[in-house]
């Protein structure tokens, strides 16, 4: 070798640049590495928060399927009229009973007939024989039917009066009902009139033992 020859300046200059590049290397990486995870770390934040909302919405519908005050809010309901409807038609009924006679005043009326006809077996007078087996008879008829006239007036002035009380309804009451509860009204009335004479014998009276004989 040549002691003269220089060496050449270019070595130091190669490696300080090989430095830098590999420093420059070295930061471009890293700050891929954090662009990385901080994208990373968004997309997890926002599927996050994507799922909290969706199991916050699903406690929602849960609470709102749970709630009692949606299945038991019968504000917004109107009543339907049906047991006034049919109160005018037992009122009615009630009233036919009363002024025809029913299974069970016969029943007391026989009844009465059987407990004079042993009271009077051992003898008596034809007054006593005419109250015990005709007038007992009759008074329980005229009792059991006069029970019948007075449910019947009771209820036709229920089925009239009801739309009066509970929620207000923006329909009225049907004309049929009110035409229905009026007749059972009107029934009641006149079978409780003709039992109360009855039993009292204002319209026949019992016929006496000069007549009998």
């Known amino acids: 070798m040549n002691p003269r020859t220089p060496t050449s300046p270019t070595a130091p200059e190669a490696s300080a640049a090989a430095e830098a590049s590999d420093a420059e290397e070295t930061v471009t990486k890293k700050a891929a590495a954090e662009d990385v995870s901080y994208d990373m770390d968004k997309a997890a934040g926002e599927t996050l928060t994507a799922a909290e909302a969706e199991a916050e919405a699903e406690t929602e519908d849960e609470d709102d399927d749970l709630d009692p ?72 008829t005229a009792l059991v039917n006069g029970l019948f006239a007075l449910l ?44 109360v004479g009855m039993y009292f014998d204002l319209i026949v009276p019992l016929p006496t033992a000069g007549a009998a004989g």
Do not use: C
């Open 152 to 195: 019947a007036l009771l209820v036709g002035i229920f089925a009239l009066v009801r739309p009066a009380f509970g929620a207000p309804s923006a329909h009225p009451q049907p004309g049929w009902v009110r035409a229905v509860a009026t007749a059972g009204i009107a029934l009641g009335v006149l079978g409780l009139l003709i039992s």
């Open 69 to 140: 005050d949606g299945l038991d809010d019968d504000s917004g309901k109107e009543p339907s009229g049906l047991g006034a409807a049919a109160a005018a038609v037992v009122a009615a009924g009630l009233g036919v009973v009363a002024l025809t006679g029913s299974w069970t005043g016969k029943v007391a009326a026989e009844r009465e007939t059987l407990i004079g006809q042993i009271k009077t077996s051992g003898g008596g007078t034809a007054a006593q024989q005419i109250s015990e087996i005709y007038g007992d008879a009759w008074h329980s």
